[in-house]
């Protein structure tokens, strides 16, 4: 994630208008991995990995199980917010929390913020932390 877009307090406005395709009403995010196990989906339960799929004419999907930089873009929309955050950035904070409301169902997908790390730290990313260490684990095997 862009640091800089963070430090100002834009980061909310920019995910607004990327989250969603014109032509779509669910977030990028919910799409990856929905609730339950889905063939469209691009997360692989057993795998613990992101999949490219495959659209079929008949409206079918077939996920293809190669293991490739599609399985690890997830990380690049992983970023640690430091603890001080909410006073250094008030605008965030609230745009953030205005945000998450209007967004209520990317809830189920994203690491919970009021979950502090290491020192204090939050993450915001679009897989929780069972999915990144288990991309890590694949990554790094």
């Known amino acids: ?9 834009v980061l909310p ?6 989250i969603a395709p014109e032509n779509s009403s669910e977030p990028i995010g919910f799409t990856m991995d929905r609730v339950g196990i889905n063939d469209d989906e691009l997360w ?10 495959l659209r079929l004419p008949d409206g079918s999907a077939k996920r293809i199980k190669t293991r490739s930089i599609v399985g690890l873009l997830p990380l690049c929309a992983t970023a640690v917010i ?4 909410t006073e250094r950035c008030p605008k965030f904070t609230q745009r953030l929390g205005d945000f998450l409301e209007r967004h209520r169902p990317v809830l189920a997908h994203i690491h919970p913020l009021d979950v502090p790390g290491v020192r204090g730290r939050s993450l915001l990313s679009i ?7 288990r991309i890590l684990t694949r990554m790094l095997d």
């Open 13 to 18: 406005d920019l995910w607004d208008r990327r």
């Open 44 to 53: 692989d339960e057993e795998d613990g990995f992101f999949y490219d799929v």
């Open 82 to 85: 430091p603890p001080d955050l």
């Open 127 to 133: 897989c929780d932390e069972t999915k990144l260490r």
């Open 1 to 9: 994630m862009d640091a800089r877009a963070l430090r100002l307090g």
